[in-house]
């Protein structure tokens, strides 16, 4: 009989070990309470990246004055943004349900909990339940913005940023609390469209924990946009009032504005799963997972955000990956382990950031030798014909071997330029293989070669 595996949550985790799964010879049935793509689709990585792909055309033409252009003034309709941004998500949602029909996943619409170690119900929007035997479970329901005691969200001044694609009108100054990825992106997001932004930012740098003099060309970049930085600041309540909100700071400071937006992190989705009649542990909410992603309970698996790890729908569409091939018992083959400190991560600001492997401060921390080479981008061909040469390559890795360690790269285009760092890191290339690649001419990646000389 086939292996019977049922997948609670229909996000980039639980969609992966499904297709995955099926295509491996398993019987799978996927619940799914709101949306076949999840909240990465619905409303986390896509609307937030259609906002910033509009934010970034208007700030592109605004700085193309040197370009050539005599009119660089654009205007912004938000209902067409958001007709957009519909469209955009209607069309990935078809696509993945039609990829997950084919191969055969059973899809039920409805919330999903485990009523034993081998059996999960799932209750329609009906109220209908059905019960299901299970070999083995993925509990993949991901989680929601963190919401503190002392701000109440409205959808309307209050703002989390599910209220944000976009928000009911375009704030006139948006005050955005938390200076982490999703906080700057939001940032970059409406300071293009127009909106006057502070951003308060706990400590004395931006993007806190990651590469400074990225971070150092992101601040100047929000400087140069009008963009006030309350640094070494905490939020600790906010008042509203008619059209103006007032964000209080544990400093006595107090940031004014039309809107204020919450971008402090996330909370995981488990209440509910049934956690306690399956015998399975949480850590706050959050299943801790060993390197095949099982909980302590052997065939009950997490993943995504509800497994802790890095909340990203890259990894976890790879856990669910790694975990359909575990179910299929894959593992005892050649089988390598999801290795979270390879992961490629960007940030979608202007210029974008993207880092992957070992950080250099990190290297410096444990005392590890290392060769880091940077080059501008100010240097680049390519660079100064895009009218855009900020930011930088830089490659680190390891001075006997050569094998390249990571990198980071600040600059446009810097998400799909990490790929080629991300390879190496994964591949243990050397930095010779990239300078020996044979590049196009003139291209961003040319900078890679350079850096990697
Ligand atoms: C603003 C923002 C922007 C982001 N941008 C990016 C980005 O650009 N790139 C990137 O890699 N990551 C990004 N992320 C992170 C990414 O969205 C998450 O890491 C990813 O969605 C996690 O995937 P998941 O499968 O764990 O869960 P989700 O995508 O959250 O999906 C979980 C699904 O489970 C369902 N569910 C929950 N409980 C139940 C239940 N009991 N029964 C049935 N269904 C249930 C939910 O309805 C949901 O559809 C962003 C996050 C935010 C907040």
Redesign the pocket.
Known sequence: MAVRFVI????????QAATTAARLGANVTL???????????????IP??AMIATGGAMSFTRRSEGMGLNDTTVGLDLDAVKVRINAIEGHLNERLIELLESQGVRIIR????LTGEHTVV?TSGDGTEEELHADAVLL??????RVPDWAEPDGHRILT?RDAYPPPELPEHLVVIGSG??GV??VHMFSSFGSKVTLIVSRQQVLPGRDTDAAAVLEEDFLARGVVLLKGARATSIDCDGATVAVHCDDGRVAKGTHALL?IG?IP?SE??GLEPAGVQDDGGYIPINHHCQSNVRHIYA?????GKL???????MQ?RKIAEHVMGLHTREHRHLDYDKAA??I?TEPEIAEVGMPEAEAFAVGRKIRVTKVPFSASAKALINNDPRGFVKIVSDPATGVVLGGSIVGRHAAELISVIALAVTAGLRVSDIVESLLVHPTLAEALAEAAE
Not at 8 to 15: C, L, M, N, Q, S
Not at 33 to 45: H, K, P, Q, S
Not at 140 to 145: F, M
């Open positions: 609670i949550g229909g996000g980039p985790a639980g969609t619940i799914e309470r709101d949306v076949i793509g999840g909240a990465a689709n619905l409303w986390d990585c937030s990246k409805g919330t999903g909990r799932a993949a329901t991901g989680s929601r913005p940023t990825v999703t992106e939001f971008a996330a989705n509910g799963l993943a995504g955000d509800l497994s909340p990203l729908a890259s990894v976890a569409a669910g991560q960007a979608f």
